[in-house]
């Protein structure tokens, strides 16, 4: 299902890529944070309801923190997401509080607006899957998804995660409390290639 590619001759852009049935991650490029910026957290709403802290503007020009990969940082591996057709930016994914002691970690993401609702979150669940499992040999992936998100948490679903849980009221976002629903995956439950 997945595996990386190195295209001989081809711009780095294309190198090293972890493949989906649809889409790919790879490192993030500096000429993908404007558009990233722009689609996913320039937007109040979209930015309110994808971070865990409060929205607020970011500077033009400046190193945003969400986006500007450090590749020092050992408990966060961010990924551009990418079309595996013509390899345009689709949006980003994330697998973040790794803790290799428990062999966990979070998984996110966030789809551009124009990318939603074509199977590509599944997609890009899976593919997070393979890394963690196959690639860091962890033991646990974890998702926290608000609960009216039923694109994320159908893309979670279908993949094998579980619900395990309501955190209620857990989320403040744009004037509300908001429910987050808890989903885990053990690796022994992990069924490659089960989109559902």
Request: glycine share 14%.
């Amino acid at each position: 299902m997945v595996k990386g590619e190195h295209g001989v001759g081809q711009p780095t852009h294309q190198a090293e890529v972890l493949k989906g049935g649809k889409v790919g991650l790879r490192a993030r490029h500096e000429d993908d944070i404007p558009v990233l910026r722009a689609e996913l957290y320039d937007d109040v709403v979209n930015g309110s309801r994808a971070e865990g802290r409060p929205w607020r503007p970011i500077t033009p020009g400046s190193k945003d923190s969400r986006l500007v990969v450090d590749d020092k940082e050992q408990g966060l591996v961010p990924f551009s997401v990418v079309e595996l057709d013509g390899g345009t930016l689709v949006g980003t994914a994330t697998l973040w509080g790794i803790d290799n002691h428990n062999r966990s970690a979070h998984i996110g993401l966030g789809l551009l607006p124009s990318s939603r609702g074509k199977g590509y979150g599944t997609d890009v669940v899976a593919v997070l899957c393979h890394y963690g499992f196959v690639v860091r040999g962890l033991h646990r992936l974890q998702i926290e998804a608000l609960s009216d998100n039923a694109a994320m948490l159908r893309s979670a679903e279908r993949n094998g995660f579980v619900r395990e849980g309501v955190l209620r009221s857990s989320a403040w976002v744009l004037g509300e409390f908001l429910d987050l629903v808890l989903l885990g995956l053990l690796v022994q439950d992990w069924k490659p290639d089960s989109k559902g």
